[in-house]
């Protein structure tokens, strides 16, 4: 797979066959699941294979769901934290992004599902009494066929040249010069990353060899860190097809400019 144009054509699929996945499908899917659990490593992160999507969707219809729509699919994937560090909901996000370029090499589409807004004892009710933390569910399955004369909706993506800067934020980068590191094709794919809302809150600083990942957030917001894993995992992904092979060090910090926080998330070296 091309992750450029994976990326860009990337999106989520609210509808969903009631065509169950074969068993030997999912059961290649459980080993997946396993082994992205052992390559991130920590024990914090776990992903549950739900099979009976009909009965998780009967229980959190009308609760949670994508833009307070619950996804009806036939299987779900379960996002289980045991902690809410940050450091956990990014790689949380990091590997569920993985995940999903797995499925979508399978055959198999996927949408992102919030429950953050559902009580923890109903979650308990419909997901079991022995989960931890739950805030995300991925609808998997095959999409139904759309009507060819309905377009898609479109988002307007930020341009590269409003979200990478130059040693702070003070000043944006030179885009001749970010062509003539060679970099320009590695930022202009990584804004196609999904994200909340499609906000784009992630801002990167180049300084030197070493990019630097930053989310911006307002006063009333928590920073989103699940935003924050998605873009560390699509950036490396890219990085990779230019023969750069490197790994986010996360790292902490604050800074404020022009009425919004900046929370430092990661840096990279290239």
């Not at 996927?110 to 933390?133: A, F, H, M, P, R």
């Not at 490197?246 to 900046?262: E, Q, R, S, T, V």
């Amino acid at each position: 797979m091309i992750m450029a144009n994976f990326l860009k054509s990337r999106k989520s699929v609210r509808d969903f066959k009631k065509k169950k996945i074969d068993p030997n499908t999912l059961e290649e899917l459980t080993l997946n699941l396993k082994e992205f659990e052992n390559e991130e490593g920590s024990g914090n992160i776990k992903f549950r294979l739900y099979e009976n999507g009909e009965l998780l969707y009967g229980g959190l219809k009308g609760l949670g769901g994508y833009s307070g729509v619950m996804i009806e699919s036939p299987h779900y994937i379960l996002l289980e934290l045991k902690n809410d560090d940050d450091k956990t909901i990014i790689y949380s996000a990091y590997y569920a992004e993985k995940l999903i370029t797995k499925l979508n090499e399978m055959g198999i589409s996927t949408c992102w599902v919030s429950i953050l807004g559902v009580d923890e004892n109903k979650k308990k009710e419909i997901l079991g009494d022995d989960i931890v933390i739950v805030n995300h569910l991925l609808a998997i399955g095959y999409e139904k066929p759309k009507n060819p004369f309905v377009q898609d909706p479109f988002s307007e993506r930020i341009g590269v040249e409003d979200l990478v800067f130059e040693k702070g934020l003070d000043r944006l980068v030179d885009m001749e010069d970010l062509e003539t590191r060679g970099l320009g094709d590695l930022f202009f794919y990584a804004r196609f990353a999904p994200s909340t809302k499609n906000l784009q809150p992630w801002r990167f600083v180049l300084d030197g060899p070493i990019v630097k990942l930053l989310i911006a957030y307002k006063d009333t917001e928590r920073p989103l860190f699940e935003d924050a894993g998605i873009i560390m995992y699509y950036f490396e992904a890219l990085a990779n097809t230019q023969g750069i092979k490197n790994k986010w060090k996360l790292i902490d910090g604050n800074i404020k400019k022009a009425g919004l926080n900046y929370k430092y998330i990661g840096e990279y070296h290239l």
